[in-house]
């Protein structure tokens, strides 16, 4: 399969070394904010959510930080490595009806070996 | 593999023409989503259906529309196409109406010339 080719802002990091990707939002009404992770010739895999009334969650090496005061979101992936290289997507999800994720432009993830 | 599955893989066409493109959502999943990547507008959320049902709409165009089949498989037409519609076509799926972890399938890669 083939992925897109956008040109997207780029995170270098070394193997090992943790990796932080940044998302401003734009809707303080969000109910989530979600992480999707899109390798090369896939299709994009869900990572982890937060409710926007919560500040911090974790999962399995990643933590994401949620601050309303400044519509920001952040990713913290920990001791990062070679599979982790991908296409890492940020989104909101209104749930006035139905499901619409509303997806940001995306932070290209490169690990260097 | 997501248990999301699309068809063709690879689409080509000429200006005008008419497609439509196949999702089979994952086993016991009601709700099939549409989304559209392009290298200009990234990832949009076009269509939600639930259980044969449309539940959500994004920014779809006029000459697009889908329909959920009562096996729950979906399809997405495409007419009178135009060279700005040339993208990679997603389909998801998730088990329930409002839900933020949704499966996605492989894509399909549309080139309209």
């Known amino acids: 399969g083939e992925s897109v080719g956008l040109h997207l802002p780029t995170l270098s990091v070394q193997e090992g070394d943790n990796s932080i990707i940044n998302c401003a939002y734009s809707?303080?009404?969000?109910?989530?904010f979600i992480w999707y992770k899109q390798e090369s010739g896939k299709g994009p895999q869900f990572i982890i959510d937060?409710?926007?009334?919560?500040d911090k969650r974790q999962g399995q090496r990643v933590t994401v930080l949620l601050n309303k005061t400044v519509k920001h979101l952040s990713l913290q992936i920990a001791a990062t490595q070679p599979g982790d290289s991908a296409v890492y997507f940020c989104?909101?999800?209104?749930?006035?009806?139905?499901?619409?994720?509303?997806f940001g432009g995306g932070t290209r993830l490169m690990v260097k070996p | 593999d997501s248990g999301v599955t699309q068809t063709p893989k690879h689409l080509i066409t000429a200006t005008g023409q008419r497609v439509t493109l196949r999702c089979s959502p994952r086993?016991?999943?009601?709700?099939v989503y549409w989304y559209q990547q392009s290298l200009d507008q990234g990832l949009q959320f076009l269509i939600q259906?639930?259980?044969?049902?449309?539940?959500a709409k994004g920014n779809i165009l006029e000459r697009f529309s889908a329909q959920q089949f009562p096996d729950l498989h979906s399809e997405l037409n495409l007419s009178s196409l135009e060279l700005g519609d040339s993208a990679l076509y997603f389909c998801?799926?998730?088990?329930?109406?409002?839900?933020?972890?949704?499966?996605f399938g492989p894509g399909t890669r549309l080139t309209v010339l």
């Open positions: 998801a799926s998730s088990s329930g109406l409002v839900t933020n972890e949704q499966f």
């Open positions: 809707n303080s009404a969000s109910d989530y």
């Open positions: 937060i409710r926007s009334n919560m």
């Open positions: 989104a909101e999800n209104f749930n006035n009806a139905g499901n619409m994720l509303t």
């Open positions: 086993s016991g999943d009601l709700s």
């Open positions: 259906y639930y259980n044969g049902e449309e539940r």
